[in-house]
Antibody, heavy 125, light 111 residues
Framework: EVQLLESGGGLVQPGGSLRVSCAASGFTFSSYAMSWVRQAPGKGLEWVSGITGSGGATYYADSVKGRFTISRDNSKNTVFLQMNSLRAEDTAVYYC??????????????????WGLGILVTVSS | QSVLTQPPSVSGAPGQRVTISCTGSSSNIGAGFDVHWYQQLPGTAPKLLIYGNTNRPSGVPDRLSGSKSGTSASLAITGLQAEDEAHYYCQSYDSSLSAWVFGGGTKLTVI
């Protein structure tokens, strides 16, 4: 059974940094690309970032480019999102999500077949 | 303002059929990119309902179906049940943004 469990959320001041993690189980982690999707309170879903199975390629939404960094440790079945220069508008529940293809690549026709429970990140003074 | 446009809300009585529309543009749905649908029950994570425009993952009932035409897509739910009350989101890829994009979400109320 695929399981994704986020951790590391919390309250951070504007301009601060935070790293959230997602521990995966139930599938061959290194064979699958992963992603982060966020949801601001009472709002819709917003794709944030993606990474291939090998970690060799990364993708970012314009809203976070240059501030957020996605990475992964395939030996620990974990994907990370390092968030710097945080703003109030980054306040959201951050979901870890899995891409479906088993070749570890990211395709434009892709979707998110499994999601974690989400972790709340609050940016406020 | 979401790249994909959905109605904020739809409603229907138990047993009825409802549809949720998702309207895009020439840089996403109209460019031929697939549309996918998710259900989000209150306080929970999104769940994949439809992928590749019309395909249901294992475990999703055939009361739910997806379609796509031109720059739009639709999710249809027949035999509406109380447990269908949730938010529904469409998703595709946008070539102008180089990003996976979502609709703003539709709240389905079973009255």
């Amino acid at each position: 059974e695929v399981q994704l469990l986020e951790s590391g959320g919390g309250l951070v001041q504007p301009g601060g940094s935070l790293r959230v993690s997602c521990a995966a189980s139930g599938f061959t982690f290194s064979s699958y690309a992963m992603s982060w999707v966020r949801q601001a309170p009472g709002k819709g879903l917003e794709w944030v970032s993606g990474i291939t199975g090998s970690g060799g390629a990364t993708y970012y939404a314009d809203s976070v480019k240059g501030r957020f960094t996605i990475s992964r440790d395939n030996s620990k079945n974990t994907v990370f999102l390092q968030m710097n220069s945080l703003r109030a508008e980054d306040t959201a529940v951050y979901y870890c999500a899995k891409f479906p293809g088993s070749r570890g690549v990211v395709l434009v026709r892709d979707y998110f077949d499994y999601w974690g429970l989400g972790i709340l990140v609050t940016v406020s003074s | 303002q979401s790249v994909l446009t959905q109605p904020p809300s739809v409603s229907g009585a138990p047993g009825q059929r409802v549809t949720i529309s998702c309207t895009g543009s020439s840089s996403n749905i109209g460019a031929g990119f697939d549309v996918h649908w998710y259900q989000q029950l209150p306080g929970t994570a999104p769940k994949l309902l439809i992928y590749g425009n019309t395909n249901r993952p294992s475990g999703v009932p055939d009361r739910l179906s997806g379609s796509k035409s031109g720059t739009s897509a639709s999710l249809a739910i027949t035999g509406l049940q109380a447990e269908d009350e949730a938010h529904y989101y469409c998703q595709s890829y946008d070539s102008s943004l180089s990003a996976w994009v979502f609709g703003g979400g539709t709240k389905l109320t079973v009255i």
